[in-house]
T-cell receptor, first 112, second 111 residues
Framework: DAGITQSPRHKVTETGTPVTLRCHQT?????MYWYRQDPGHGLRLIHY???????DKGEVSDGYSVSRSKTEDFLLTLESATSSQTSVYFC???????????FGPGTRLTVL | KQEVTQIPAALSVPEGENLVLNCSFT??????LQWFRQDPGKGLTSLLL?????REQTSGRLNASLDKSSGRSTLYIAASQPGDSATYLC??????????FGTGTRLQVFP
């Protein structure tokens, strides 16, 4: 286990409000990822980071932004939450792109 | 576009059976393939990682094989136990260096 925590673990919010999810790791892994998991779609990549201040878009990045100011923290922000962003969000880390990914416990987000 | 498919979507077997989970991918240009386990309400745990140059990997009662040319992988679970009940996810690292996941096989092993 790579010592990955996510906060909050559960959140209910209303449409139009901003939401920030936090991923924290203690293993000094360079690469960090945000995924969402939805029934019938599996896990889909939202954004990823390959170092401090280095981030890029994934498959489903619309409506999301990220920031990484420290190696250990990767933040995911929903600027104005919509009901379609109701999902379970997972953070993952790895030492290199072809290595094993380690996953956090997930955040269940409900947008009403 | 790389697509990963897992069949069956769900499987229910009695304890003690040997079973095979299947994973197929459309583009053989992969760096590696991974099998993960996900328990309800939990994150994913990596089970096995097979590099593109390898044919199989083993860990305890688990054995994963990879046939890149045919775009297939299998996860073999020997002597299944109720504790093996979980969702098993297959994922490939494609030429974009990002993991692409299948939708998983939900396994239930009953006593």
């Amino acid at each position: 286990d790579a010592g990955i925590t996510q906060s909050p673990r559960h959140k209910v919010t209303e449409t139009g409000t901003p939401v920030t999810l936090r991923c924290h790791q203690t293993e000094n892994h360079r690469y960090m990822y945000w995924y969402r998991q939805d029934p019938g779609h599996g896990l889909r990549l939202i954004h990823y980071s390959y170092g401090v201040k280095d981030t890029d878009k994934g498959e489903v990045s619309d409506g999301y932004s990220v920031s990484r100011s420290k190696t250990e923290d990767f933040l995911l922000t929903l600027e104005s939450a919509t009901s379609s962003q109701t999902s379970v969000y997972f953070c993952a880390t790895e030492t290199s792109p072809t290595d094993t990914q380690y996953f956090g416990p997930g955040t269940r987000l409900t947008v009403l | 576009k790389q697509e990963v498919t897992q069949i069956p979507a769900a499987l229910s077997v009695p304890e003690g059976e040997n079973l095979v989970l299947n994973c197929s991918f459309t583009d053989s240009a992969i760096y590696n393939l991974q099998w993960f386990r996900q328990d309800p309400g939990k994150g994913l745990t990596s089970l096995l990682l097979i590099q593109s140059s390898q044919r199989e990997q083993t860990s305890g009662r688990l054995n994963a094989s990879l046939d890149k040319s045919s775009g297939r992988s299998t996860l073999y679970i020997a002597a299944s136990q109720p504790g093996d009940s979980a969702t098993y996810l297959c994922a490939v690292t494609h030429n974009t260096d990002k993991l692409i996941f299948g939708t998983g096989t939900r396994l239930q092993v009953f006593p």
